[in-house]
């Protein structure tokens, strides 16, 4: 499983149509392959800032399934225009500990 981490800082004021806008967008994503669950979460004390997880079967899953999809472009129709500064995605693996 791969853990897909995004920090969202979204347009000021624009976070009530961003959250749902984000619902609509939701059914994309988890409708794509290697697909497995995500998250969205407001912070408490930075107005405008969101963090995003989602868990993809593989890394594959969603650098080559999902971000070459026709889906992705209605993805990114719906969405990036909130981010200010455009956000960076990193992936994880879990550790066994």
């Known amino acids: 499983m791969i853990l ?3 920090m969202l800082n979204v347009k000021l004021g624009l976070e009530s149509d961003f959250e749902a806008t984000f619902k609509k ?3 994309i994503i988890s409708s794509m392959d ?3 669950s995500h998250e969205l979460h407001k912070c408490i004390e930075v107005q405008g ?3 995003f997880l ?3 079967e593989t890394l594959e899953s969603h650098t ?3 971000r ?3 889906e992705y472009q209605e993805w990114k129709k719906l969405l990036h225009h909130f981010y ?3 956000p960076t995605v990193e992936h994880f693996e879990e550790v066994e500990i």
């Open 49 to 51: 800032k969101y963090l």
């Open 34 to 36: 290697g697909y497995l």
């Open 25 to 27: 967008a939701s059914k």
């Open 64 to 66: 080559v399934g999902f």
């Open 84 to 86: 200010e500064p455009f």
């Open 68 to 70: 070459n999809s026709a």
């Open 4 to 6: 897909e981490v995004v």
């Open 54 to 56: 989602v868990k993809w």
